[in-house]
C-alpha cells in the first residue's frame, strides 16, 4: 500500500504566510477602492446637484427674458423689473441688486446687447430683443470638501425677442378717422377715382428706419426707395400712439423735413408717387427691399400659409389674389351651423355657390336679395358686383343702410334688426392652419396690414400729425398705371391692350375694430403680443 506524501511543515508554514500577506493586500485595495468610490460618489451627488441648479438657472433666465420682452415697449425700468420678479419667482430666491448681484456683470460686457441696462448690467436689450444673465451663484457640495471643493459656481442666460407673424405690420398709407369709418375707401387716390374726392387724396408717408439716420439728406431718389421699402415690406419697428405707448404722453409724429428723424418720425411726400407705390406692392426688384423678399402682393406668409392658389398675370407676375370673401368661414352667420352676431349680407354665401365657387351672373344666385341683385346686375364688371356686395356686408355691420355701391339703389337696403346698433362677431375669421403661432387666415395675405389714422392734417400736407389708432385694412382695388387698369382681389388684372384709366389709386376695405377675430382690428394690433407680434427664444 502505497503512503501519501504529504508537505513538510515549513512548507506549510509557508503557504500559510503567503495566504496571510495576500489578505492584508487586499484589505488595503479594497480600502482604497472605498476611498475611490466615496470620491466618485461625492462627485455624482454634487454633480447632480450642480446639473439641478443649472436647470434651474436656465428656466428662470428663459421664462425672465421672455417676460421682459413682452415688457420692453415700457421702457427700460419696467423691462428690468420684470425681469427680476420672473428670475426670482422661479429660483425661489431673491438676487441681491449692486455689484453683488444683477450689477455683478463686466461693464462693457462683450457678450451683451447693444444697451446694457443702467441698474442691472446682467440685463441688455437692442431693438426688440431682451438679454438676461443670471448672476454667478454658488452650490454648496456636500461632498466636494473631502477633496478641496467647497462649491461650484453656476449661472445661464437666455435672448428673447419679439417677433411678427404673417401679415400684419403698417403700411405708409395713413388715412383719417372719417375715411376710416366708411369701411370702404382710398389709402392712395389722385384723380377720379370711386373714393369720395374730398376725403381720399392723400400723400404717402416715408417713415425713418429703426435706426435713424441721415441717409435721405435732401435726396428723394433715396427718400423715395424708402417708400418702395416701407410699401412692400412694411414700416420695420413699432411706432407710438398719441398719448399711448411706448412713449407716453402726447407723442406726435413730425413728417416736416428734417434730420436726423426718430424711429416714431416720418416724412410725407408732394403728391402720391404712384411708380414708387407701384413698385412696393407690384413690380419692385428683390434688390429694392431690406429683406430681399420683393414686393408685397408677390410675398408669400410661407410656412403654415393656407391661401387659395395664387394668379399668374399676363407679364408673368405671381400675385396673390384672394378675394376677401374667402375669409368668411363656411356655415358660419344667422341660421347656420355656427350662430354669429353678423348681418345675412356678410354671410358667405352672398358671394359663393354651394361648391365655393364665385357666381358667373349674381342671378343665379337663389340666396341673394332679387332687388339687390337687379341693381347689381346694372354693372358689367363683375368686379364691381362683387365689390358693391362687400361694401353692403360692412354697411350693414356697421348698422349703415346700403344705397348701392357703386351706384345708387332706387330703394335703399334696410339695416337687418340684429345689427340695428352695429353687429358685434367678428366675420373674416377663417382659421385653418393651426400651426405654431396659430395665425387666422386673413394674416397669411399680403393684402392684409395696417393704417395709422389721424384726427387732423396739417395744413400744407407738412408738420406734425397725430396717429390715434391703427385700422386693419385689406388691399381690394389698384389702379397703379402702367398698363394694369383697375384691378380687385379675386380678379384678374386687365389686360394690357386695355388703355389705361387717368385715376391712382390705392383702395381698401377699413375693418371696424369686433369685425376682426383676435383682437386683430384693436387699435394698437400691430404691436400686440400674442396678435401680430410673438414672444420667442432666439437663444
Known sequence: MRRRSTPARGARHGVARRLRDDAGI???LVALMLVVLIIFAAFAVDMGGVYAARRQDQTAADVSALAAAQDLRNGEAA??????????????TTIPDGADGWNSCP?????ALASQTASASCISYEGSEVRVRLPDRFYPTAFGGVVGLGDYRHSAFAIAGLE??????????????GVAANGYDCLLADGPSDCDPATGSFFPLRFSYHTPTCEVGGNINEAKSMLVDNAGAGVDHDLSLYNGDPHGSNVVVDISPGCPLAPNATENFTGNQPSEVRDGLLTGSSAQFRDGDGPRLQRDAGVGSVLPPRITTYDGRDLDNTPLWWFIPENYGPGEAQLADIPPSCKRDQFLDDSGNRYTDLTDNGDLDPGVAAHLEGFDEQSDKYLGLLVRCFDHYSGRTWDGFPGELEEEDPVPPECASGCTAPVFARNSSGDEPDLYDIQYS??????PVTDVIPSGGSGQIRFIEFRAIYINRLNLGN????????????DPDVPNTPQTSVEAFFFPETMLPGG??????PSEIGVNRFVTLVR
Not at 407673424?165 to 378717422?177: C, I, K, M, N
Not at 399680403?446 to 393704417?451: L, Q
Not at 386683430?520 to 394690433?525: D, F, R, S, Y
Request: no cysteine; hydrophobic share 40%; charged share 15%.
Open 483 to 494: 398698363a394694369r387698369s383697375v384691378w380687385d382681389a379675386g380678379f384678374s388684372p386687365t
Open 107 to 111: 461693464r462693457p460686457d462683450p457678450a
Open 520 to 525: 386683430l382690428g384693436g387699435p394698437e394690433a
Open 79 to 92: 423691462m428690468v423689473a420684470t425681469a427680476k420678479t420672473y428670475a426670482h419667482d422661479t429660483l425661489g
Open 164 to 177: 411678427g407673424a404673417g401679415f400684419g405690420g403698417v403700411l405708409p398709407f395713413f388715412t383719417t378717422t
Open 26 to 28: 487586499t484589505l488595503i
Open 446 to 451: 399680403p393684402r392684409f396690414g395696417y393704417s
